[in-house]
């Protein structure tokens, strides 16, 4: 049990350097208008963050979609496309690098498409807040926490190296960047740390053991009940898909279902910072049946065979 939580416990602190990076680049990206053409950019970018093998990156795009800073084509491109601690268990395995290959190219490509999809299809109305946007309406950066805003008035100085305003009766510039980062990490690590500690104290309590026996080998609607699992946020899960796929369990298409569908613990920010519980489920079941039909075409096709 000890160790479950000491588990959760150095994920979340590998986490955090991770996560403040990311807050900076955010608030960075935001000052200078990177950011505007976020819904035409928004989904490829997002699919190529999500490359990079850490799970913390989901959980800010999943607080910055909360506050309606990027698109939900954004924030499913990045779901899909996160891979955690998957890619270093399979780079422990002889000849794997053929595998993760093709496995990260199918992943930024699903979730560069499913972003789009969403973005220009599915959902076409839902307001984005732009970084011009969150300029001149005094938001900070485009990482302030809902409701922390003020009216612009006269006297305030905006200018292109330095933004001023007022809140809680104290003045603010872009150099306080840094620590509004450093906050907002340290919020978004509490709501990682708490749901780790409970995962980790779940899988400890069922067994990995018990978990792997529910799979069906050698069926071709694997994937569907792999991708459900995947929706688990934990890293272990991760890596029990990457055991049983190596151990002959899992096909490919079943790995690729679960891996697209694990976005690591960002769907636990979602539920916990977005109040819209209708519009999260709508992400959840997206999430899963885009991970499932990919999943489910790879079999069917034996598009790929290890």
């Known amino acids: 049990m000890f160790e479950a939580i000491e588990e959760a416990f150095f994920e979340t602190l590998s986490a955090l350097p991770i996560l403040y990076l990311v807050y900076l680049l955010v608030a960075f990206f935001s000052h200078k208008n990177i950011l505007k053409t976020s819904k035409k950019t928004g989904p490829l970018v997002a699919s190529a963050l999500g490359q990079i093998p850490q799970c913390g990156f989901s959980g800010v795009m999943a607080d910055l979609y909360s506050k309606k800073h ?167 899960v991760s890596v029990l898909f990457c055991e049983l796929f190596f151990s002959g369990v899992l096909s490919f298409g079943s790995l690729v279902a679960g891996l697209c569908a694990g976005a690591g613990l960002g769907l636990v920010i979602l539920f916990t910072k977005n109040k819209n519980i209708k519009e999260n489920l709508f992400i959840l079941g997206m999430l899963y049946v885009f991970s499932a039909i990919i999943g489910m075409i790879i079999n069917i096709f034996e598009l790929y065979v290890i």
């Open 70 to 236: 990027i698109t939900m084509g954004t924030l499913l491109a990045v779901f899909i496309a996160t891979s955690d601690e998957a890619i270093p268990v399979m780079l422990s395995q002889p000849n794997s690098i053929l595998t993760i290959i093709v496995l990260l190219a199918i992943k930024f490509v699903v979730g560069t498409g499913v972003g789009y999809f969403v973005d220009y299809v599915l959902v076409r109305k839902r307001n984005v807040v732009p970084a011009e946007n969150l300029n001149s309406s005094c938001h900070f950066s485009g990482i302030e926490e809902d409701g922390d805003h003020c009216s612009c008035h006269a006297g305030h100085s905006h200018s292109k190296d330095e933004i001023k305003f007022k809140r809680a009766g104290h003045e603010h510039s872009t150099g306080n960047i840094f620590l509004h980062a450093l906050e907002h990490t340290l919020d978004i690590a509490f709501y990682l740390l708490l749901a780790s500690v409970i995962i980790n104290i779940a899988v400890y309590l069922i067994g990995i053991e018990n978990i792997s026996k529910i799979f069906v080998a050698n069926s071709m609607f694997q994937p569907l009940l792999v991708a459900l699992i995947g929706l688990v946020p934990s890293c272990a």
